[in-house]
């Protein structure tokens, strides 16, 4: 009688893990991606409220040139927060840094601009600097990106 043979061949075995290492080789650079766009738009959310103390002051000043720390309802301390760090507040506009990351795993720096608009309340917030990348930061349109 012939013993019939089971589980798996060498070759079959060597297959299994070159396909498991192609997957590999494409979902880690998708997964720095993917966390560092999520830590991008944490970075975002964070500034709201910076957004709303710059408003506030310029709706009781009328102008940008006094929106900063300590005067006017803006707070005195700009203290970092889990993605924003190292922030600066001058004239109302914030600057500082995302845990979001390039590529290269440098820290992503931005610059948030109030600007106000002529006939309309407010004001109108656009972010600049590395966070606008699209591949690994905010999306234009995302993030008051353009």
Do not use: H
Request: neutral net charge; hydrophobic residues 40%; charged residues 10%.
């Amino acid at each position: 009688m012939q013993q019939t043979q089971k589980g798996l061949t060498l070759i079959e075995l060597m297959i299994v893990v070159a396909i498991i290492g192609i997957l590999a080789a494409i979902a880690i650079p998708q997964y720095g991606d993917y966390t560092s766009r999520t830590k991008a738009a944490e970075t975002a959310a964070e500034l709201a409220a910076y957004k709303l103390a710059v408003g506030v002051c310029y709706q009781d000043t009328g102008s940008l040139t006094n929106c900063n720390p300590g005067l006017f309802g803006v707070p005195a301390t700009t203290p970092d927060s889990t993605n924003a760090k190292g922030l600066g507040l001058v004239n109302g506009v914030v600057t500082g840094t995302s845990s979001a990351t390039t590529s290269a795993g440098v820290p992503m720096t931005f610059i948030f601009t109030p600007t106000p608009t002529a006939g309309a309340p407010g004001l109108v917030w656009v972010m600049r600097g590395p966070i606008c990348d699209s591949s690994r930061g905010l999306k234009p349109g995302g993030g008051f990106c353009q």
